[in-house]
């Protein structure tokens, strides 16, 4: 009976050395993987066909973008950014600077780039992303102002090299007879370049043919950089499913989409919103958790503006909420952002 009682000592004693030693191993790795963890980035990274932090989590930005600064730059400030965010809920603020000289863009007003700064600047302490985007349009092809181009992004991505909360779209809308070989590409291949001269680790956005809706000779001539998106934009009443499968099978061969723009009217921006069509489109991206921006936040007297015609939200006024001045795309696009 002695020996009986000793072996099971014997076994006990074993046991819980055993478990003594699991725990104290386990308790060692876990401390040893979180000395080593990395820490997650701030950096967004276009890796097959999403975008990432730098330990591979998959990231959506969804925000709002603004008008011409030119025409209706008063409206955008700190405090409206952090409305924004606040009542929205974007993590991401768009800031849509006209290049072209007939529109009173930066090609005629390099004055437009420190009103560009100081909403970088705002967005940046609020902890949000912020698109700076060279907003080509009535200029048509990204060479028409190749040189102002060149200049404005050396500076700006020297400015912000080390702060990944910055995201640079290059071209907003090329259109017209404007090609990807011919124009497009060799015009981003510049650009591109002296962003990375100054920060190499920054996403970059880069406009696709047709007003940013064509793929198929970007998915045969690709860029050769490793951190740039696509650009795809879209208006709900003008734009459906076709639009949507071109995407996918863009995507599908590992190519990053960021809808830098879209929009719930037609594409004019105007007329009546097709709500039902933009929630496919929500539901579409955020299925597949592509980023997207809201045209527009301003008081213009189109569609498309969220805010009512010629109201000006102001902010100074205690318990003052965006909801008192957005007008139905605004009240859309919010139900919308909350999905």
Not at 199 to 227: C, H, Q, Y
């Amino acid at each position: 009976m002695k020996k009986v009682i000793l072996a099971i000592i014997a076994v006990l004693t074993l046991a819980a050395t055993v478990a003594g030693y699991f725990m104290i191993t386990n308790k060692m790795q876990e401390e040893y993987d979180e000395a080593h963890k990395i820490p997650e980035t701030k950096w967004l990274y276009a890796k097959g066909g999403k975008i990432v932090s730098n330990i591979g989590r998959e990231i959506q930005l969804k925000g709002i973008s603004t008008h011409g600064l030119q025409w209706y730059g008063h409206l955008y400030n700190a405090k409206t950014i952090k409305h924004l965010r606040d009542e929205m809920g974007i993590n991401l603020f768009r800031i849509a600077m006209y290049t072209d000289a007939g529109s009173n863009g930066y090609a005629a007003n390099k004055t437009l780039k420190e009103k560009v700064y100081e909403l970088a600047d705002a967005a940046i302490k609020l902890d949000m992303y912020v698109i700076i985007d060279w907003h080509i349009l009535n200029d048509n092809n990204p060479q028409t102002n190749k040189a102002d181009a060149l200049e404005f992004f050396a500076e700006v991505s020297k400015k912000y090299a080390d702060e990944p909360h910055v995201i640079y779209e290059i071209c907003n809308e090329p259109n017209g007879d404007t090609t990807w070989e011919k124009d497009i590409k060799p015009y981003a291949e510049e650009v591109i370049a002296k962003i990375r001269k100054n920060s190499p680790e920054s996403l970059i956005i880069v406009g696709t043919p047709n007003w940013s809706k064509e793929f198929t000779d970007v998915a045969n001539a690709p860029l050769d950089d490793n951190n740039v998106a696509y650009a795809l934009h879209f208006y709900a009443g003008s734009h459906n499913k076709t639009l949507r499968d071109k995407a996918d099978s863009f995507k599908r061969r590992g190519y990053t989409i960021f809808v830098s723009e879209c929009g719930a009217t037609d594409a004019a921006g105007n007329g009546q919103l097709y709500e039902e069509a933009f929630e496919r489109w929500v539901t579409w991206m955020n299925k597949r958790k592509i980023s997207w921006v809201y045209w527009s936040y301003s008081n213009k007297d189109e569609g498309s503006a969220m805010l009512k015609n010629g109201v000006e939200p102001d902010f100074t006024v205690k318990g003052m909420t965006l909801d008192d001045y957005l007008s139905d795309s605004g009240k859309l696009v919010k139900r919308m952002l909350a999905l």
